[in-house]
């Protein structure tokens, strides 16, 4: 394999493993928002363990994801150098974005969120993790603004062998961004939803005595399972229409076609499952109490995630040979003198390292889910400190 083809795979690997923590990210934070909110209007006791339980698991989540993440924009200067210098100007400004106006601000509201248990006022309180949620959304809004570009450069005009931005407007209007923005989104409550589907099926198996705890969380996973696989079943259909505009050719290739058949396989046999087998089954809690079906549903856990790293590869395999389609070529904006010693040792770095921090992330995700909300840190009301007893004096 030549650098071109090394440096590819490299950006597929770590892109493939950070997507992992994105959808997850998206999908539990509306969750843990909604029965936060359930419990401040209510005072049930039930919906605060269960924000504390299911938000725990989005903390650990969100916390090894930032790293994945560093990963990823490390590269764009380290084996694209070329992207840089010729669309740096354009394809920049909504990394900025991202970075400055949703990263930084969800990561004070979620350090707030964290540390406001049994500090802030309760609406105070609530209104943190709504904002959380809120710039997760738009992190991920500003980051499919970026990687449309790419796939179809609207906006901009070449000027003295660069791209200039002529029309922010259009970046926000790309019709490769309609589509795919709420199709990412929907992506993440699928695999939200299939995680509390997963876990609280689990516990129900084991019959712990969590029971309501989980036939809530249950009903909760499975309501959020239907919504987000319908929605990503329909807005992936309705991208055929723009993308065959833009790029005619994207799915011709071997690659691009593999993966689109998985996802599309996937993604209806789920919808249909959880449509026409699961929901039914919500009514007098009878999926709740057929402990045979839940072995079923916890094998079912991965499929949105396995479709998310096919919809992935689709969306940017389809696109070679190019990096701005129709611009730059990926060999163009390879970084120059760049070696294939060079790129092997970072591939191995940086997939070595975003492999561990995956199999951390879903260890302790796994050892959380089996551990319960008996024993959940985030939220525990403060201990009292033990006053410390006087010296004793001898006389």
């Not at 079923?296 to 991965?302: D, K, N």
Request: glycine share 10%.
């Amino acid at each position: 394999m030549d650098v071109v083809g090394l440096a590819r795979l490299q950006f597929a690997v770590t892109g493939s493993l950070h997507f992992l923590f994105v959808v997850l990210t998206l999908g539990l934070a509306p969750l843990v928002a909604i029965t936060h909110t359930r419990h401040a209007i209510s005072g049930n006791p039930l919906h605060e363990r269960m924000t504390r339980f299911w938000g725990q698991l989005y903390v650990i989540n969100y916390a090894l994801g930032i790293f994945t993440g560093l990963v990823m924009e490390f590269q764009f200067g380290l084996s694209w150098s070329g992207l840089s210098r010729y669309a740096g100007d354009v394809f920049g400004a909504p990394l900025a974005m991202e970075t400055l106006l949703a990263f930084f601000l969800e990561s004070t509201f979620l350090g707030l969120w964290i540390f406001g248990w049994h500090r802030l006022p309760k609406a105070l309180h609530v209104t943190c993790i709504w904002l959380v949620t809120l710039t997760a959304y738009a992190s991920a809004f500003w980051i499919m603004v970026a990687n449309s570009f790419l796939q179809h450069p609207v906006g901009a005009v070449e000027r003295g062998g660069r791209l200039v931005l002529q029309d922010f407007g259009a970046l926000l209007t790309n019709p490769n961004l309609v589509f795919a923005l709420p199709h990412v989104i929907s992506a993440g409550l699928w695999s939200g939803g299939f995680v509390v589907m997963g876990a609280s099926a689990y516990h129900l198996f084991r019959r712990t005595a969590e029971r309501e705890f989980f036939v809530r969380s249950l009903r909760m996973g499975v309501v959020t399972a239907f919504i987000g696989s319908f929605l990503t079943v329909g807005f992936g259909y309705a991208q055929f229409g723009p993308v065959g505009i833009t790029q005619p050719h994207k799915f011709s290739g071997a690659v691009p076609g593999a993966a689109l058949g998985t996802m599309l396989l996937i993604g209806q046999l789920t919808q249909l499952l959880v449509m026409f087998g699961l929901l039914p089954l919500l009514i007098r809690d009878w999926l709740a109490r057929w402990r045979w079906l839940h072995p079923l549903l916890m094998a079912l856990t991965p499929l949105p995630f396995v479709a998310s790293i096919a919809g992935w590869l689709v969306r940017e395999v389809g696109r070679q040979p190019w990096l701005v389609y129709g611009r730059l070529s990926v060999g163009d904006a390879l970084t120059p003198g760049l070696s294939k010693t060079a790129v092997t040792g970072s591939f191995i770095a940086f997939a070595g390292v975003l492999g561990l921090l995956a199999v951390i992330d879903y260890t302790l995700i796994a050892r959380a889910v089996r551990r319960g909300p008996g024993d959940v840190a985030l939220g525990a009301p403060d201990r009292p400190v033990d006053p410390v007893p006087a010296p004793a004096h001898s006389f």
